[in-house]
């Protein structure tokens, strides 16, 4: 099973962009759904997370921009990003942990935001 992600893409400084990732196939007890992003020469850093309840966690960078979402119908992730920025420019990776918490990576996807 595959994680696939989409959703990236070129946008303007203070455009908006959704990712979206879902498995290829059916996977059960997902405990957890996260993205991560990659920038040049950069370490990948957690964005943000949403747990099976539906709490969540932000970096502070996108905090009152970014909105993670998840279907569990569907144990799709989403990430609603607005005002973006140049520095949100990353390859975006989601991240699914089951519950025994092994973790899933998606193959990410390209966000470019030109100023």
């Known amino acids: 099973v595959q994680l696939q992600a989409s959703g990236g893409g070129l946008v303007q400084a203070g455009g908006s962009l959704r990712l979206s990732c879902a498995p290829s196939g059916r996977m059960s007890s997902i405990i957890n759904m996260a993205w991560y992003r990659q920038a040049p020469g950069k370490q990948r850093e957690l964005v943000a997370q949403?747990?099976?309840?539906?709490?969540?966690e932000y970096v502070d960078s996108v905090k009152g921009r970014f909105t993670i979402s998840r279907d569990n119908a569907k144990n799709a992730v989403y990430l609603q990003m607005n005002s973006l920025k140049p520095d949100d420019t990353a390859v975006y990776y989601c991240k699914f942990v089951n519950g025994m918490y092994y973790g899933y990576w998606g193959q990410g996807t390209q966000v470019t935001v030109s100023s």
């Open positions: 949403i747990s099976s309840s539906g709490s969540t």
